[in-house]
């Protein structure tokens, strides 16, 4: 734990993030849990604690979008076999008609990263703007990490099933979280939006220049600027958490994965092992919202190859690894004036490999 910490707080002081908040367990429960500087660079700024809540950004995608997808796929409301044409009136082209939900699950279905131009105002805009353009390469043929193919998954999982995403991603939370051990009303917090009451406890960012609220910080605000244009969440970010919080729900995905039947639907064992197949498309690391272990994984050399995880843009990130029973959390806010993409990839292989020698 001692390297870990310095580790920590040695990224601090080269300030590639202000906060950050640590969690590392087995099927069983926490090992250990650590939190380390400041909601912000500034000197008076609160100290991170247990309870400190981030934008876990991109994390979003496995945890709170797969889990609906696949809520819906066992309730026999969906099939991730179906078109995507189904769904959406103007994805229409004879290079559109072969994609499925699960090639946009696997961002596999022919769709850029993002849009060109500014986003859109509404869902309305946004299906349009997605639907219509230009495919980046024939479906199934390669994958591309896309923000726009989860951006359609969350309006596919609200309409097929009749509710918000953050509304049926909450009755997942709430079915899966007490099986943590951990008493509700502690620090454990998993939802889309930071409740006002809370916003105190919250990590902030800065928007980024293309932003409209640029030149304020953002508390308890998603820092993504396409979430923040539909409502403050959608199909792609706009989740928060706690390190506890994603700790809880990581070991509930553990265990299921680990052949534990009593974790409920969408993360029973089979459909666990279902969306985290990896991919069969040529050249793909994806599974269904989840990514799985490279040699060049963001968790660096000590899990196993049944490792599988995810990463936000904002600093957050999750892997579990289901042949050695671990699961690592860390949560910072890099995006709150912090360090480049590129050194918090670094960052992330190093405290991983500290991680994996406690």
Known sequence: MDAVRALLERAIQDRLFPAAAAEVGDSRGVLWRTAHGRLTFDAGAAPAGADTIFDLASLTKPIATTSAIMQLVARGALDLREPVATFFAEWRGGDREGATIQDLLEHAAGLAARLIDRPPRSRREFEHEICTMALEYPPR?????????????????????????????????ARVLPLSGIAAGTDQLLTFGV??????????????????????????????????????????????????????????????????????????????????????????????????????SSCGTGM???????????????????????????????????????????????????????
């Open 141 to 173: 043929t390669t994958s591309i990490y896309s923000d726009l193919g989860f951006i359609l998954l969350g309006f596919a999982a609200e309409d097929r099933g009749r509710a918000s995403l953050a509304s049926q991603f909450d009755a997942v939370a």
């Open 195 to 296: 409740p006002e009451a809370l916003r105190a406890r919250a990590a902030p960012t800065r928007p980024m220049e293309e932003d409209p609220r640029r030149g304020r910080l953002l508390v308890g605000e998603v820092h993504d600027n396409y979430a923040a244009a539909l409502g403050g969440g959608a199909g792609h970010a706009g989740l928060f958490g706690t390190a506890a919080g994603v700790g809880g729900f990581a070991r509930a995905v553990l265990r299921s994965a680990r052949g534990d039947l009593s974790v409920p639907a969408p993360l029973s064992p089979s459909l666990v092992a279902r969306a985290t197949a990896k991919s069969q498309v040529p050249g793909s690391s994806r599974a269904l919202g989840w990514d799985t272990m490279l040699p060049t």
């Open 304 to 358: 196993s190859p049944a490792a599988f995880g995810h990463v936000g843009y904002t600093g957050a990130s999750l892997w579990i690894d289901p042949a050695r029973d671990r699961y690592v959390v860390l949560l910072t806010n890099r995006a709150c004036a912090g360090g480049t993409i590129e050194q918090m990839r670094d960052f992330r292989r190093a405290f991983h490999d500290a991680v994996h020698h406690v």
